[in-house]
């Protein structure tokens, strides 16, 4: 059964930081993975969704990478601005959708 | 327009009780879930459906029946409710290319 593992839990830094969130996977066999954003009491919101032939994809500030053989992916978001405050899921498709347990990023102004 | 909507957004409701949660959608998406994120914020996929009928059934009490009347829609309904099912329960749709498109939940609390 597919397993997915966020670290860190919680990550804090001062505005302006560029930061990386990991998401590592133990079953290499996915069709894509996609990176979520929850804020508080909120719905999930697509970020970017990265098929398995493809290693990047990028949108303004936000680039996902994603390495199947070795189960990784990660969401780098550049000059972190405090609305970037957030809970970040990762999501890997195989025969169904298997979520991670989140980052919660605080980005202090 | 919100592409996936959810009612109610809030429930509060006793122990024994039976209520639904509805879904619709107005993507055209032939295919929908239904999730439970527990207080941890783990979420997990609960039902599957592809065009009104189940592909996926997790391990999921049978008091929990989805229903999908239309591709538009699908309900979850819940019988004699425990404190256990309190959580967030979140309706997605899967686009053409593989992309996931969310609700905004619904809070269900047991008392």
């Known amino acids: 059964k597919q397993e997915v593992t966020q670290i860190p839990a919680a990550l804090s830094v001062p505005e302006g930081e560029n930061l990386v969130l990991n998401c590592s996977f133990t079953?290499?066999?996915?069709?894509?993975l996609q990176w979520f954003r929850q804020d508080p009491g909120k719905g999930l919101t697509s970020l970017l969704l990265?098929?398995?032939?493809?290693r990047e994809q990028t949108s303004g500030r936000l680039n996902a990478s994603l390495d199947k053989s070795s189960g990784r992916s990660t969401l780098y978001i550049a000059a972190s601005q405090p609305g970037d405050s957030a809970t970040y899921l990762c999501?890997?498709?195989?025969?169904?959708?298997?979520f991670g347990t989140g980052t919660s990023l605080t980005v202090i102004p | 327009d919100t592409a996936v909507s959810q009612t109610p957004k809030y429930l509060v409701t006793q122990m024994g009780n039976d209520k639904s949660i509805k879904c619709e959608q107005n993507?055209?998406?032939?295919?929908m879930y239904w999730y439970k994120q527990d207080s941890k914020k783990f979420l997990k996929i609960m039902f599957s459906?592809?065009?009104?009928?189940?592909?996926i059934n997790e391990t999921v009490p049978n008091r929990f029946s989805p229903k999908s009347p239309d591709k538009a829609h699908l309900n979850l309904h819940i019988n004699s409710l425990e404190l256990g099912d309190s959580a967030v329960y979140f309706c997605?749709?899967?686009?053409?290319?593989?992309?996931?498109?969310f609700g905004p939940g619904t809070r269900l609390t047991v008392l």
């Open positions: 999501a890997a498709h195989g025969n169904q959708f298997y």
């Open positions: 079953d290499s066999a996915i069709y894509n």
């Open positions: 990265i098929q398995s032939s493809q």
């Open positions: 993507l055209g998406h032939d295919t």
């Open positions: 459906y592809n065009n009104k009928e189940l592909i």
């Open positions: 997605a749709t899967l686009g053409l290319g593989n992309e996931q498109f």
